[in-house]
């Protein structure tokens, strides 16, 4: 499938799809209500959404305060960050309510 470029894009130089991810996962809030979770064996919740990790990290993190450690703390408290695995490619990780999320962006 092509996926054509979206001009005057807020995560500037992505694809439709990614354009409508990051509008579909513009919190924290929306990847917990519109996904589905595992556990993991260390004890956090896991899921695999698809879509461009750095648009969807994006999409989560607009308006956030970027920490000096290069996460970012948003507006509700919740401290956002991501990691490259060669495992499990593009995870965003963040804490809420004491539970762990780890969220893999295919």
């Known amino acids: 499938m092509k996926l054509e470029k979206y001009e005057n894009s807020p ?3 992505c694809t ?3 354009q409508r991810l990051l509008h579909q996962y513009n919190s924290v ?3 917990i209500e519109n996904s ?18 750095p648009s969807v990290y994006k999409g989560i993190t607009q308006g956030a305060q970027q920490l000096d450690n290069g996460r ?9 960050g991501y990691h490259n695995s060669f495992e499990n ?4 990780n963040f804490k809420k309510a004491g539970i ?7």
């Open 29 to 31: 809030e929306s990847i």
């Open 72 to 80: 970012f703390l948003l507006n509700n408290g919740i401290n956002v």
């Open 11 to 13: 995560c500037g130089n």
């Open 16 to 18: 439709n799809e990614s």
């Open 89 to 92: 490619g593009f995870t965003i």
């Open 36 to 53: 589905i979770f595992d556990a993991t064996k260390k004890g956090a919740l896991h899921t695999i959404v698809n879509g461009d990790g």
């Open 100 to 106: 762990l999320y780890k969220i893999r962006v295919k």
